[in-house]
């Protein structure tokens, strides 16, 4: 699976599964319900589906530019924390809005997000390039390095 279908495939299931990992925790965080941070949820997925798309298609414009084609762990970490770091500077404010809590207070309920989604997010790359497989930018310079050369 590859371009669109791939992103469209990896932000789906992303999503899904963090929205319930983050409508969970900001519930036992806030010592709200469910009923409260569950349409908060689904609000920063949207975001999140949104930005997510867009930061992985930059992402990829930058890899296809490295020399390297291997995504080590170096470069899984770096794609997790620059993701969370683009989506905190949009949710800190949105949080602290729907809660009605200061944004000092939003930004230490959502520590426990920045703490875990990249965790999360790192976990889920890593399965979902071996169940789909990698990109095809990754597949064609392996493919190029194995060929001996004439």
């Not at 409260?36 to 890899?63: C, D, K, M, Q, R």
């Not at 965790?119 to 493919?143: A, M, Q, R, V, W």
Request: glycine share 4%; hydrophobic share 55%; net charge positive.
């Amino acid at each position: 699976m590859q371009g669109t279908k791939r992103r469209v495939t990896y932000v789906f299931f992303y999503e899904v599964l963090s929205f319930f990992i983050c409508a969970m925790i900001l519930a036992a965080l806030s010592g709200t319900t469910l009923s409260h941070t569950g349409p908060l949820s689904i609000l920063i997925a949207v975001i999140a589906v949104t930005v997510n798309f867009f930061y992985n298609y930059v992402f990829e414009l930058w890899e296809k530019r490295q020399v390297s084609k291997t995504r080590t762990v170096k470069r899984r970490v770096a794609h997790a924390i620059g993701f969370q770091l683009v989506l905190i500077t949009i949710l800190i404010p949105l949080i602290a809005w729907w809660m009605q809590i200061s944004l000092v207070k939003a930004f230490l309920l959502d520590f426990s997000l920045m703490i875990i989604i990249p965790c999360f997010t790192f976990i889920y790359n890593y399965l979902f390039d071996l169940i789909f497989g990698l990109p095809s930018h990754l597949l064609e310079s392996k493919e190029l390095n194995a060929k001996p050369n004439h």
